[in-house]
């Protein structure tokens, strides 16, 4: 899996068969942008957006190939065979991989996997109470690089009415996050903030999904981009108390030291540690 994968905090949709919304996405400051051949096409226009979409993909640089991802459709529908067709042209390439939706068995993670190859990046995406079963399982399937949370998809599926907050999700989001830590992911990527104009909403669903563990958020609109980055990336005091607490036990030899009050030990070092990356890695991104 390539380092923008990994650390991307911003996935963004954008529908496959309209090739200047991609366009215009890859020149947004989003780390990945999703081309999306399920929710965002009409069954008329499956065949028409697999093509439109690899004959963009094979006129762009190599630096956007990598920063494009497919979703195809659900392995329980007519197209999915037709995408997955495409999608090994996609990888070959160079495209950085795949979101599966309704994942919810291995053997279809396998087969994807299989038929595009080991470039392809697979990302399952969880948005039904049988994914959710199948966690552990699908997070530690071959090339499976970070879990997805579906969650309007999901609360249909187990027939819940959610409130504002979305506190009856949170046990299904600290599940996500725990499977993704026991596979060796990295941090999963929290669902969609439907209202694109509501940035104070934005940020509360970042924060939340921040708090709890995830590392990105999937977007629906350029304007959701700013705010994902800003939240998802450490902040200047964080920054700061990181590289305090490097340099106090690089003088403490590895022991315990103490830092602005409080106690300094290997757990808050690997902390520091992991902060200082993201930050590197931030600030080299626009």
């Not at 690089?145 to 999700?169: I, K, P, S």
Request: proline share 5%; glycine share 6%.
């Amino acid at each position: 899996m390539s380092d923008l994968l990994h650390n991307a905090r911003s996935f963004l949709f954008v529908p496959a068969h309209q090739t200047d919304r991609l366009h215009k996405a890859l020149k947004s400051a989003a780390d990945m942008v999703i081309a999306d051949w399920e929710d965002a096409v009409a069954p008329s226009d499956k065949a028409a957006a697999r093509q439109a979409l690899l004959g963009t993909v094979q006129t762009l640089p190599a630096t956007l190939r990598a920063r494009v991802l497919v979703r195809i459709n659900a392995a329980q529908t007519a197209w999915h065979e037709g995408d997955i067709q495409v999608l090994k042209q996609l990888v070959a390439a160079g495209i950085a991989g795949v979101i599966v939706p309704k994942a919810e068995t291995v053997p279809v993670l396998h087969a994807i996997a299989q038929a595009a190859g080991p470039a392809c990046a697979l990302i399952p995406l969880v948005e039904t109470v049988a994914g959710m079963d199948a966690l552990k399982s699908l997070a530690a399937a071959p090339q499976v690089a970070r879990l997805a949370f579906g969650h309007l998809d999901f609360q249909v599926d187990a027939g819940m009415q959610c409130a504002d907050d979305e506190g009856e999700l949170l046990p299904t989001r600290m599940a996500i996050v725990m499977a993704s830590r026991r596979a060796n992911l990295a941090p999963p990527i929290d669902g969609v903030t439907v209202d694109t104009k509501d940035s104070t909403r934005m940020d509360m669903d970042c924060q939340r999904a921040l708090r709890m563990g995830f590392g990105a958020k999937l977007c629906i609109h350029p304007a959701q981009i700013a705010v994902a980055h800003q939240v998802f990336s450490p902040t200047a005091a964080a920054v700061a108390h990181a590289s305090a607490v490097v340099q106090a036990m690089e003088l403490a030899q590895g022991g315990v030291c103490v830092v602005n009050g409080k106690m300094v030990d290997a757990p808050v070092l690997h902390l520091a540690q992991r902060t200082l990356q993201c930050h590197a890695w931030a600030q080299q991104r626009p």
